[in-house]
């Protein structure tokens, strides 16, 4: 059996945006477009699909690091504030749209709430067994010795 963790993040990620994208349940909040992704950013994001990937991205995320809150997974997608002259220094995401993703995860039954933040449901990790699976066999075609992983 393969492990989320074994696949190379990237092609996990890609793959789970081609599914979400698919999904007639998800719809893409007509305010996305205008966003910034945190503090640090100076302009929207330039990928049309930015919303599917943030949802692959959180759930993977989510899968990975265990039980996560809000603000850690800020944390997470946040970056270094350009401050002109000053230094560098690290800036969080917006919370927004981190929590309106999870809430997104969560209505479609992928993460489940608890109290020390959320966590993936068995539909989440059944849904990302199945993408990791997909695509360690796709990379496994290309590289032979990836088979024995299978």
């Not at 190379?8 to 992704?37: G, H, Q, R, Y």
């Not at 946040?78 to 690290?90: L, N």
């Not at 933040?117 to 796709?138: F, H, I, N, T, Y």
Request: net charge positive; no cysteine.
């Amino acid at each position: 059996m393969v492990n989320v963790k074994e696949v190379p993040a990237d092609l996990l990620i890609e793959k789970l945006t081609e599914e979400f994208s698919k999904n007639d349940k998800i719809k893409v909040p007509e305010w996305a477009e205008f966003l910034k992704s945190g503090v640090h950013r100076e302009k929207s994001w330039v990928q049309e699909d930015w919303y599917y990937r943030r949802l692959a991205s959180t759930l993977r995320k989510v899968y990975v690091r265990g039980n996560i809150g809000i603000q850690r997974l800020s944390e997470e997608y946040g970056g270094k504030k350009d401050g002109g002259s000053k230094p560098y220094h690290p800036a969080s995401g917006s919370r927004s749209i981190v929590r309106h993703v999870l809430n997104e995860l969560q209505d479609l039954g992928l993460l489940v709430k608890k109290e020390t933040g959320r966590s993936v449901s068995p539909v989440g990790e059944a849904m990302l067994q199945k993408a990791s699976k997909q695509v360690m066999e796709s990379l496994s075609e290309k590289q032979v010795e990836l088979k024995k992983y299978l």
